[in-house]
């Protein structure tokens, strides 16, 4: 396969694959500090489900990260 299609389906792959988790933690985020300006008395439970809503979704884009370096590399 020709070098610079290598390059492009890797770019593409990364790219895509990093739309999804961005929506998502700025959504997370949004409705956390929502539900923060609600209920402050809650603040510790809603941030540490927040953080661990965000580790799943940027782990969405590592996973499209390692595709794309095996489209690269292979």
């Given at each position: 396969?020709?070098e610079s299609?290598?390059?492009l389906a ?7 694959g ?6 998502s ?5 949004s409705k ?14 809603v941030?540490?489900?927040m ?12 996973y ?11």
């Amino acid at each position: 396969m020709d070098e610079s299609m290598v390059k492009l389906a890797a770019a593409i792959t990364i790219g895509l694959g990093a739309i999804g988790p961005a929506i998502s933690i700025g959504m997370i985020g949004s409705k956390a500090s929502e539900a923060i300006g609600r209920n402050p008395e809650a603040a510790s439970k809603v941030q540490t489900s927040m953080i661990l809503a965000i580790a799943f979704a940027e782990a969405v884009a590592i996973y499209a990260l390692v595709v794309a370096l095996i489209i690269l590399f292979i």
